[in-house]
């Protein structure tokens, strides 16, 4: 079993930026990649990021790309992600994920969610 938290949400203007993280606890984190998904109200969940187990791969929807950035701390057993220049229809709930699979994957894929956090963008 692996235990997702996320954190960090909140309410920002268009423009601005907001820090996630999500604390794994639980199996060994190392051995996960790991992803943020995230679904707006009438939407499907979708991916956005995913970073490998060592941390030297990550992957981007083409929606975010250039404005987002993922990270992990082997140490903290964590992951970040770290948005900028937010847009309106970046509004949604975000998913911290862990999976077997690495690269950009579907919701199928993923083994482990955590409960979600709100990130609301006001324009």
């Known amino acids: 079993q692996v235990q997702l938290v996320e954190s960090g949400g909140g309410l920002v203007q268009a423009g601005g930026s907001l820090g996630l993280s999500c604390a794994a606890s639980g199996r060994t984190f190392s051995s996960y990649n790991m992803a943020w998904f995230r679904q707006a109200p009438g939407r499907e969940r979708e991916f956005v990021s995913a970073i490998n187990r060592s941390g030297s791969n990550t992957y981007y929807a083409d929606s975010v790309k250039g404005r987002f950035t993922i990270s992990r701390d082997g140490a903290k057993n964590t992951v970040y992600l770290q948005m900028n220049s937010l847009k309106p229809e970046d509004t949604a709930v975000y998913y911290c994920?862990?999976?077997?699979?690495?690269?950009?994957?579907?919701?199928?894929?993923?083994?482990?969610w955590g409960q979600g956090t709100q990130v609301t963008v006001s324009s």
């Open positions: 994920a862990a999976t077997i699979h690495p690269g950009p994957i579907a919701t199928d894929h993923v083994g482990y």
